[in-house]
């Protein structure tokens, strides 16, 4: 072999060279994503033409907004005064002079700290059940934040929201002592009967006796004073949280063997599913009361949550449905084989994949129910767009349309969109521990 070295090999290693501009960062990005193609280089341009007309008349709207005034007519006396050629500007005055009125409705003014405290204890509750890596401590929030909210929003007596609480007690023991000693169909039977029996019965007069020895109570506000997004999130959330666990006993229902209980499960989520939920609103306000003892008043607002309760149930209830139909039949043979009655196999196998696989169309739901709490305007309740008509009304603001529902929409979707991203969270978490 010849030891002259090869002149078209080379004998050391290139130093490592940073990739083209066109294949990182933001130039990829745009030329993968935006200019991909001919027919995607000519929609971009369409829209990027799109988005720059309606910015450039939307834009200025908002950025030469009136902030300190008190009526419309003072408003376009400003824009008109301020000589620059603006002739549109948008009138925010009206959200400086009545924001309280759309975030509280007719709540009193000295009060506003007890609906904030409320919704605070609401999410101090709720924290731990979204994010188990908290302190189990918080659990005893979680099970006292309904009833405490309760009495912050409405008020009176506290005795009340306690022996409501004591009713979850009474199912809790009936449930008990009736499952070891009669069957496990009579405790299901007692955990529903007693309580309600209870509740009717005897919650009532023991809250009674209770506030005349001990009264311990604060300023009592009626349902007719909420109103605004406050009573939006009233509604929706106490749906939300009434309405998931209704909707999985449902779902369990309608897949039950059992011939009458499953009858049940499907009329009643057919017959939900295949009305308005207009129609039930109308149904919580004009139909209820007739099936009350007579001399009975109950509170529309409190009707309303029911009813939607209901209605969501309805709905969460086929979404878990699906959810437990996706998941192989090996599951629940799995579980059988290893000795599961039929609940424990529910609750530690076969419910949390049905649930984690019914998580998007939970929250779809959940966001659509939250929105259509704008309905209780048609029954007389004074939510966010209610609160827009009445405000509409008067002699300074008659006339004024986009500053009100823009402000509505911004609520709304704050609210929505962090509905949404939780759901991605809780996807994306939920597929990091099981992989």
Not at 75 to 101: L, M, Y
Not at 107 to 118: C, D, H, K, N, Q
Not at 233 to 254: C, D, N, T, W
Not at 282 to 300: V, W
């Amino acid at each position: 072999m010849s030891d002259t070295p090869v002149t078209y090999v080379r004998t050391q290693m290139l130093d490592q060279q940073a990739p083209p501009t066109s294949e990182v960062g933001p130039v990829r990005w745009v030329r993968e994503n935006l200019f991909s193609s001919p027919m995607n280089a000519i929609l971009t341009i369409l829209s990027l033409y799109v988005v720059y007309i309606v910015l450039s008349h939307v834009g200025p709207w908002i950025v030469n907004g009136i902030w300190n005034a008190n009526s419309l007519t003072e408003c376009r006396e400003i824009i008109a005064t301020t000589g620059d050629g603006h002739h549109s500007a948008a009138c925010f005055g009206v959200i400086s002079a009545r924001w309280h009125q759309l975030v509280f409705g007719y709540y009193p003014s000295e009060l506003y700290w007890r609906p904030v405290l409320a919704l605070v204890v609401f999410l101090v509750g709720i924290a731990p059940v979204m994010f188990p890596s908290l302190p189990r401590k918080l659990y005893f929030v979680t099970a006292a934040a309904p009833f405490l909210c309760f009495w912050l929003l409405w008020g009176g007596s506290i005795w009340l929201p306690i022996s409501i609480a004591l009713g979850f007690g009474v199912g809790i023991v009936a449930n008990k002592v009736l499952a070891e000693h009669v069957s496990a169909l009579a405790a299901i039977v007692g955990v529903i009967v007693l309580p309600l029996i209870y509740w009717i019965l005897l919650a009532g007069p023991l809250a009674g006796g209770l506030a005349s020895v001990i009264p311990l109570e604060i300023e009592f506000v009626p349902s007719r004073s909420f109103g605004g997004f406050m009573l939006s999130i009233v509604i929706g959330l106490s749906a939300i949280v009434m309405s998931l666990p209704l909707g999985i006993l449902l779902a369990l229902a309608r897949r039950s063997d059992l011939f009458i209980i499953k009858t049940c499960a499907v009329v009643f989520i057919e017959v939900i599913r295949g009305v308005p939920l207009i129609v039930w609103l109308f149904t919580a306000q004009l139909l209820l009361n007739y099936f009350l003892p007579p001399g009975s008043s109950f509170d529309l607002t409190l009707r309303v949550i029911i009813m939607v309760t209901l209605f969501a149930a309805a709905y969460i209830a086929e979404v878990i449905r699906g959810g437990l139909a996706a998941l192989p039949k090996g599951q629940y043979e799995g579980a059988d084989s290893l000795g599961l009655n039929y609940w424990q196999s529910m609750q530690l196998i076969v419910l949390p994949q049905a649930l984690k696989i019914s998580i998007p169309g939970i929250v779809n739901t959940f966001i659509g129910l939250f929105k259509d709490t704008t309905l209780v305007v048609f029954i007389g309740l004074f939510d966010p767009i209610g609160i827009s008509n009445a405000i509409r009304a008067t002699t300074e603001w008659n006339g004024i349309y986009w500053e009100l529902f823009l402000f509505i929409g911004i609520m709304f979707f704050i609210s929505c969109f962090s509905m949404g991203r939780y759901s991605l969270y809780l996807e994306k978490k939920l597929q990091r521990e099981h992989r």
